[in-house]
């Protein structure tokens, strides 16, 4: 059988390891890894081997040339330009007439490929995908399979709402050159994205087989110093070079030790490698060909490629150093930093935690590097979590961060695109948005500022304007010391995972575009923003109703001090509502405000409301996106309540329709929807899901979160509690009736929640163990594991951000749902 080795991956969140080589060239240890993939394919019988390269393709074809060397025989397929992992097998099609293996040149693996070749064969499928269990199974395709291996399920780098399973795609497959019938020649296509999928639309089911062994994605830093270390340590069962001459020490070839150099094994030392007196080795460390450790330097779990010197009493922890590099005496490198190839580290100089030097640097004698040379300095694995970007002014978040993060940003978009920046009124989130606005035109990218405004307005208008995108920054509702950073894409709406990704890895490698003079971006301030917008949001209001809204209705209206008051008033006036103002002036003091003082802000409203003899009472959150009601009759509506009233509300006025809710709501919506001839669709439990729904479902007539966040895709697809509540007053006139008498009408229900901490590594073993324990009695599996109980549910829900579950549960009555979220907590602790 021909094996495929895919080596054309450039490994741009490797930098600075492949600036200057292809991924697959990157050493682990004692070969390069693409070197470790051809010694497994050799085990196992496979000496055929199609190499499709791309990346800087002449320093793999130059170094393995046609495989003679290392027993095999290689011929190469090359991608002019970049075809995706299963595009350019597709370029290889001339070469593969019979079944054949695909694998990754840029994984360490020593899985048994003879068993999964014999897997295929005697399952006859047209693909066989190779399948292993991970502790966190975010950066990877989770795949589910039925009891007899087919695949039922995969996901693309899923968030942990949509993790189902810790068994991801390792890459590996073995397939028939029917394969090719999937796969359009010339075009980008990889085989999780594209070609599974059709395969299964097409009903011709891959099929799965989850393998034994060790197995990593060499795709960061951290993972390649992982993967080196397993290698030394014997976790991977590959043949080593070499021998060991004592202890955990092996050696390739002749090396000079000398005779009081300490080793605290595994150690792995290259051909003409030269260790000198008084030498102290910590391993895992890996010393490849010729470099030399001078008299009383210490190394500890460090990794130095070959013909490079390390000084005189110089130290090395847990550091990488690159080809050729000249590292003087007592320099000291610490945990995480790398030096690029042929880079000089002069005496004395202190290389700080994580700092990357690019290649062909020199650090004077004597600095102290605590960020990144030349490119700024990096803190963090992961920027993007439920919020945006979330961080602790002037600790985690700071004007060089925001410069940093603009510049990231801006090189996601086309030179010469426009983004809007935006804040809320407080003084922090003024500081780190000056911080994004100097970013951005470094990479080409023009500002629109929009200056202070709520969110709402702010992605309403980021689409008015054409813009390629927004950022918008506020300060957290949760902590008062927190600031949000918010990133929408042309729609206003925020940004898919995908482009999150892509500003991560663009910030994290520090590879930001820095456009020439002339390129520089402009800074320009967007006019008429109040008149945009008003415009927008009163040709969404249905004339039929406004009379009636005139004549009919007074409203109490809570602005929370923020700058909702510069936009709603005006827009009452013209629809001659009368509104009593609480808190209308702007107080950036009181932007935040504590639960305690949130209740009191509402019980307050509660008081009033009836007193006035007002239709409602409304409470905007500080970004004005939520929206907390009280009814005619002082009562306060719990976010779910108020969703369902609204829904009932909206369906009563429009004869039916269809309402977008959280997997989360009760049944009580599916109650209402059948009622008034309707149709619930459940969605994932985060704003961004319901505003992505709205968005591809404009014709829906609501979407809410239950926790104050809703959308009329009338409008727009966004969050908007000023429009929220005109378009709640449109709906009571037109139905000609009370908000207190919708509420009374709605049917009862009981919820309990419960919340079990739980080590991140668990989560994907948990929610394997879930959905195969569960498998007859999920319903539709849209966020989390939901467990049909008949008249009750669970639903079982991984935190995005934290390291616990949410346990929500349904019952018959109170007591009841208390008992159910009890007992499924217990069993999510259990599974751990």
Excluded at 193 to 222: C, Q
Excluded at 391 to 411: H, K, M, Q, S, Y
Excluded at 778 to 804: A, C, H, R, S, T
């Amino acid at each position: 059988m021909k094996a495929v080795v895919m080596a054309g991956g450039e490994g741009s969140r490797l930098r600075p390891l492949t600036i200057n080589r292809p991924k697959p060239m990157v050493p682990i240890v004692d070969r390069h890894v693409l070197a470790h993939i051809i010694e497994l394919l050799k085990r196992h019988g496979i000496t055929e081997i199609v190499m499709t390269v791309q990346y800087l393709a002449n320093v793999i074809q130059d170094h393995f040339g046609d495989g003679s060397a290392y027993g095999v025989h290689i011929e190469y397929s090359l991608e002019e330009q970049p075809l995706g992992t299963a595009g350019s097998v597709k370029n290889a099609e001339r070469l593969l007439r019979e079944p054949f293996l695909v694998i990754s040149g840029d994984a360490l693996t020593d899985f048994d490929l003879s068993k999964i070749i014999e897997f295929h064969r005697s399952n006859g499928a047209t693909a066989t995908i190779t399948l292993t269990r991970v502790p966190n199974p975010l950066d990877y395709g989770v795949v589910v399979v039925d009891e007899r291996g087919y695949v039922r399920q995969f996901l693309e780098k899923p968030s942990w709402g949509e993790v189902f399973s810790d068994t991801v795609n390792t890459g590996i497959y073995v397939v028939t050159p029917e394969i090719f019938r999937y796969i359009e020649k010339g075009a980008f296509t990889d085989w999780s994205k594209d070609v599974f999928p059709r395969m299964l639309r097409s009903g011709n089911i891959p099929i799965g087989y989850v393998a034994e062994g060790y197995w990593t994605d060499i795709g960061t830093i951290e993972e390649y110093m992982r993967a080196s270390r397993d290698y030394m340590q014997g976790r991977v069962n590959l043949p080593r070079v070499g021998e060991r001459i004592f202890d955990e020490v092996w050696v390739e070839g002749d090396v000079e030790i000398a005779p009081d150099a300490q080793f605290h094994g595994p150690v792995f030392l290259g051909h003409g490698v030269k260790i000198k007196g008084g030498v102290i080795i910590h391993g895992p460390s890996a010393i490849r060909d010729y470099t030399i450790i001078d008299t009383r330097a210490t190394i500890d779990r460090s990794i130095i490629w070959r013909n490079s010197y390390i000084g005189e009493r110089a130290e090395l922890r847990g550091a990488i150093v690159m080809r050729q590099c000249n590292i003087k005496s007592r320099a000291v490198l610490f945990e995480g930093s790398v030096v690029g190839d042929q880079t000089i580290i002069n005496a004395g100089a202190v290389i700080g935690a994580n700092v990357k030097i690019w290649p062909s640097k020199e650090v004077e004698e004597g600095a102290t590097i605590s960020s990144s040379i030349i490119w700024g300095s990096q803190g963090r694995r992961v920027l993007f979590g439920r919020s945006g970007i979330s961080g602790l002014v002037n600790i985690d978040l700071t004007p060089e961060f925001g410069a940093r993060l603009g510049a990231a940003f801006g090189a996601t978009l086309p030179r010469g695109a426009v983004v809007t920046t935006s804040r809320d009124t407080h003084y922090t989130p003024r500081m780190i948005k000056r911080g994004l606005v100097a970013g951005l035109p470094s990479a080409g990218v023009h500002v629109a500022e929009l200056h202070d405004v709520p969110l709402p307005v702010a992605r309403v208008i980021t689409k008015a304007i054409n813009a390629a995108g927004g950022v918008h920054v506020r300060l957290s509702p949760l902590d008062n010391r927190v600031v949000d950073i918010k990133f929408f894409d042309a729609d206003g709406l925020d940004i898919d995972t995908a482009t999150e990704r892509k500003i991560e890895g663009i910030f994290f490698r520090e590879d930001y575009r820095r456009v020439y003079l002339d390129e520089i971006g402009r800074i320009n301030e967007v006019e008429h923003i109040n008149q945009i917008y008003t415009d927008m949001f009163l040709g969404a209001l249905r004339p039929d109703a406004l009379a009636s809204i005139a004549r009919n209705f007074q409203l109490v209206i809570d602005y929370a001090n923020a700058n909702t008051s510069n936009f709603l008033p005006a827009i009452l006036r013209r629809l001659h509502i009368e509104a009593v103002e609480l808190n209308a002036n702007l107080d950036a003091q009181l932007l935040f405000q504590t639960p305690q003082q949130f209740e009191a802000g509402m019980e307050r409203l509660a008081r009033i409301t009836p007193v006035l003899e007002a239709s409602l009472g409304a409470r905007l959150d500080a970004g004005g996106e939520k929206l907390f009601l009280v009814d005619d009759t002082g009562r306060r509506l719990p976010g779910m309540q108020a969703l369902a009233a609204v829904t009932a509300l909206a369906m009563a006025v429009n004869g039916g329709g269809a309402v977008a809710v959280p997997v989360t709501a009760p049944r009580a919506f599916e109650v209402i929807a059948a009622r008034y001839g309707g149709q619930i669709v459940r969605t994932r439990a985060t704003l961004g899901a319901l505003m992505r729904t709205a968005a591809a479902h404009r014709n829906m007539l609501l979407l809410g979160d239950g926790a104050g966040n809703l959308i009329f895709p009338s409008f727009y697809p966004i969050a908007d509690g000023m429009f929220a509540i005109v378009k709640i007053v449109e709906l009571l006139a037109l139905q000609q009736v009370r908000l207190s008498e919708i509420v009374r009408d709605l049917p009862h229900y009981f919820m309990s929640q419960a919340r079990v901490p739980c080590r991140w590594e668990f989560k994907g073993k948990v929610m394997r163990i879930l959905n195969q324990q569960y498998q007859d009695r999920k319903l539709d599996q849209v966020d989390g594991v939901k467990i049909d109980l008949g008249d009750e549910w669970v639903l079982i829900l991984p935190d995005p951000d934290g390291p616990f579950f949410h346990v929500i549960a349904e019952g018959s009555s109170d007591e009841q749902a208390r008992v159910l979220a009890e007992k499924y907590a217990g069993l999510v602790t259990g599974l751990q």
